[in-house]
Structures are given as C-alpha cells and as structure tokens.
C-alpha cells in the first residue's frame, strides 16, 4: 500500500505544470520549487539554483555587512553591493585574487575587479548546493 501511494506522489509532481510548493518546503539548506515556478524576490541577498528533473532547489544567501565607506552598486555576479578591491559570493567578501570554493559546492571562484568572478563550470547537484 505505501509503495502505491509513492507512486501516486512522484506522478502528480511530473504531470503538475501550474503547482507550487509551499515556500516553506526544504532540503537541507535550500528551498524547493517546482521547474515552472518564479521563485520569490530576495531582498539583501543572492539566490543559488539548480534544478533536478522537475524541481529547483535554491540555496539563498544574505549580503554580508561591508567594512567600506562607499560601497559599489550590487554588480551581474551578486545583488550585493560590494566594496572596491573586493567581491561577495554566497553571503562572504573575498579580495580580489583570492581563490575560494562557489556556493555550490563544487565549483572554484576567483575574485577580479569591480566584483567580478570566474568559476569553473563543473557540474554540481542539489546535494552539494543544500549542504
């Protein structure tokens, strides 16, 4: 009886195309949505995805406080702002040079100027991301 009432689950969640999840839903350290879902705004923070067959686990992350007098508008790597010199990624401030591992858990950044980061693109899952 349990092994039929799971099936009956896992198909609802393939053939559903306009169904949410509650936003309290969770994996670990991330929020769950479905694929077709418009995750919510973040105010003071970034946002981390990916996505698993027909769900987007998301990892979001607050802007960490900065130790600069004039902080630069948030840049196309991160809603945050940042301070000259430096770059943020997943809630930290790294200096430009620097080398750390990417919120995904997998991936290596690299902090360049203006906040810019380059990451290696390896492949990362929701079990890495969530963790």
Same mark, same amino acid.
């Given at each position: 009886m349990l092994r039929i009432l799971? $099936?009956?689950v896992v198909s609802f969640v393939i053939l559903c195309t306009t169904c949410t999840l509650d936003a309290a839903t969770q994996f670990r350290n991330c929020n769950l949505y479905f694929w077709n879902e418009? #995750? #919510?705004e973040i105010e003071n923070?970034?946002?981390f995805c990916v996505q698993s067959g027909r769900l987007k686990f998301c990892r979001n992350t607050t802007c960490p406080n900065l130790s600069c007098d004039d902080p630069q508008s948030p840049s196309i790597s991160s809603h945050c702002p940042f301070c000259p010199g430096q770059c943020v990624h997943g809630g930290n401030v790294y200096f430009v040079g620097e080398r750390f591992k990417c919120v995904d858990g997998v991936n290596m950044c690299t902090c360049y100027p203006d906040n810019? $980061?380059?990451c290696s693109k390896l492949a990362t899952n929701e079990q890495n991301l969530c963790s």
């Open positions: 799971s $099936l009956t418009v #995750p #919510p923070g970034d946002r810019m $980061l380059r």
